[in-house]
DNA sequence: CCGATAATGTACGAACTAGTACGTTCACGG
DNA sequence: CCGTGAACGTACTAGTTCGTACATTATCGG
């Protein structure tokens, strides 16, 4: 009757079991946050159960730690793309700032996870070793372009590398981070189809007004 | 023997004790998020004991959004100083920027609760009635300033105060909400008092140079 | 001065929640 | 083909947490 030979129809799959955990906890502590999350239902929503929570990675706050650290390792990835060789300062920022807008979009629970994680003042980041390394690819790229505008005179003298990654991100996670509050005072949608071309701009615009003022 | 006579004095006082209670809450609310504070941690740092806290607010949830209230009507205040008359445009601008840096660093505890807030889709806030005008002073002042600039040809034509708005509060609650991350992942602490003032230049900078490119 | 009511304190319960003890089933090597 | 260990499931517990029933004290009008 049985005919497991194939691999994917698999019943026991460590890799599997693992990886749907983790997406479900990633959904669950970003849509409730670490204390609101309950490993119940958690497990609920997986197509295992809570013993294997515990089985693979120790605890609600080990698994909470393993959801960030996966979160974060995917972001790593974002900044590579950035074109340093072969675009002029302008062009290569405005695409920074776009390639950074679109992903932020594209990754809302991310975005959750880090307000989740600043309230409670990243302890849980401060236990992870995914730190190493993700300062600098983020940086590395910018760092070179901002000294190529500054070279040839079009960019201001002061301009500061995470300085302006701050700016990027300042713009990209409040939009999404805020989005709530801001739609419930002032009636806006900053999530809106119809604005996100007019954002998306705006913020390519601000940082190059910015840096060549 | 007991003399009571003296208003200040006078041992069952219910302002004294609501204030006291909305006090300690803000703090628990802020620094442990909604579902992470404790009724019971709440009362034992009061001067009073749980049994006020259902007395006087009905309960957790109410007490949350009675946290929020308070919080959001302390900001109401903010923008009313923005001198609109006497400042030309520019001048106006940085002085809101920088009047807005300023309070946001004098509150912590509200920028906290507004993540919260956000965190929690601003259910509590929309199920409260001090939205109402919360919008209006926030973006009156800005809208006349940005129109003087605009008629007097300095500032762009598609400068709209929401996005204005917008763009500020997100340096400055960028700036404190996720401080903890960042300080992690590039080791830079954006509250350190030898960088405020040149944030705060920034800040006005950033935008009186979009606005007049 | 006294009764009514607002304000306060104590002790407790019902429900929830993280974590675990214990038992079971599958897969793979020998 | 079978034994051993990895992978998995069930049922339970100890502790927590919001909320409340009930008792008590202060204050103020008459």
Not at 31 to 54: F, H, L, N, P, Q
Not at 122 to 129: C, K, M, P, R, W
Not at 138 to 163: I, N, S
Request: proline share 3%.
């Amino acid at each position: 009757m049985a005919a497991p030979a194939s691999e994917a129809e698999r019943q026991r799959d460590k890799e599997r079991t693992r990886a749907d955990i983790l997406a479900v906890a990633t959904r669950e502590f970003a849509d409730k946050g670490y204390t609101g999350a309950r490993v119940d239902e958690i497990a609920a929503r997986t197509s295992t159960t809570k013993r294997m929570i515990y089985y693979y990675f120790g605890g609600k706050e080990q698994l909470y730690i393993a959801v960030l650290e996966q979160a974060y390792s995917a972001i790593r990835t974002l900044e590579r793309q950035l074109d340093v060789e072969h675009l002029d300062p302008e062009d290569a920022l405005r695409r920074l700032a776009a390639l950074t807008f679109d992903h932020h979009e594209a990754h809302p629970d991310f975005i959750r996870l880090v307000s989740i994680e600043n309230i409670h003042h990243a302890q849980h980041l401060a236990q992870s070793e995914i730190l190493a390394g993700l300062a600098d690819p983020a940086l590395g790229g910018l760092a070179v372009v901002l000294e190529r505008g500054r070279a040839a005179g079009r960019f201001r003298a002061d301009a500061d590398p995470l300085d302006i990654h701050m700016v990027i991100s300042a713009f990209c996670v409040f939009r999404l981070a805020n989005r709530h509050t801001f739609q419930a005072i002032f009636g806006r949608d900053m999530l809106d189809p119809a604005r996100r071309e007019h954002y998306r701009t705006m913020l390519g615009d601000l940082v190059i007004d910015y840096l060549t003022a």
